[in-house]
């Protein structure tokens, strides 16, 4: 399964709504995609795991969702701490683990 | 807590061998499985394999295979990741995971060690 995130890179200015996408070659399941932020010079953190759950003390302003083949990330309310990378990630219950190719979200 | 502390950033030479470490603590650490993932500069995310500490089962993802070997010493809590010969291709941040209960997602993450192989 191959996931393609769009847009590549998404310019918004903070207090701004976020939507990003991520797309599955055949439809996945929900239980099994989740998203991840990842600061430069840091390492990725979990944000969303089961398409829509919030990790633990991720703020409420991020909420995933979606099926099938198209799942989205949504950041309401943009703060300056929200400037990063975020990839989707997709486990096939089969011991393989396939990351998207991420989107940058910068400052405008 | 959860913590995944890894060992420090490497410089090496083609050809030459590696071995880098990842120890868990603030949990029950042969209870879940460990991950390797690799980032290439400037790149994105390529999952390496996996180990479950209890009883050190392990997988690779295919593009990894015969590439490199992930082992553990669950007796002090620590992953391992080593190559025999290293490339100028290895360059990298190579970061471990655990996996959550349910296998699905990477949870918690270590701090990531640069792997920097030169001539």
């Known amino acids: 399964i191959v996931l393609t995130q769009s847009p590549g890179t998404l310019s918004l200015s903070p207090g701004e709504r976020g939507t990003l996408s991520c797309r599955a070659s055949?439809?996945?399941?929900?239980?099994?995609l989740a998203w991840y932020q990842q600061k430069p010079g840091q390492a990725p953190r979990l944000l969303i795991y089961?398409?829509?759950s919030r990790a633990t003390g991720i703020a409420d302003r991020f909420s995933g969702g979606g099926s099938g083949t198209d799942f989205t990330l949504t950041i309401n309310r943009l703060e300056p701490e929200d400037f990063a990378v975020y990839y989707c990630?997709?486990?096939?219950?089969?011991?393989?683990?396939?990351f998207g190719q991420g989107t940058k979200v910068e400052i405008k | 807590e959860v913590q995944l502390v890894q060992s420090a950033a490497e410089v090496k030479k083609p050809g030459e061998s590696l071995k880098i470490s990842c120890q868990g603590s603030?949990?029950?650490?042969?209870?879940?499985?460990i991950a390797w993932v690799r980032q290439m500069p400037g790149k994105g995310l390529d999952w390496m394999g996996i180990?479950?500490?209890?009883?050190?089962?392990?997988t690779y993802s295919p593009s990894f295979q015969d590439q490199v070997t992930i082992s553990a010493d669950k007796s002090i809590s620590t992953a391992y990741l080593q190559w025999t010969s290293l490339k100028a291709s290895d360059t990298a941040m190579y970061f471990c995971?655990?996996?959550?209960?349910?296998?699905?997602?990477?949870?918690?993450w270590g701090q990531g060690t640069l792997v920097t192989v030169s001539s």
């Open positions: 995971a655990r996996l959550s209960g349910s296998m699905a997602d990477f949870e918690y």
């Open positions: 603030g949990y029950t650490f042969t209870n879940y499985w």
């Open positions: 180990i479950y500490a209890d009883d050190s089962y392990t």
């Open positions: 055949q439809s996945v399941s929900s239980s099994y």
């Open positions: 089961g398409a829509s």
């Open positions: 990630q997709h486990y096939d219950s089969s011991f393989s683990w396939t």
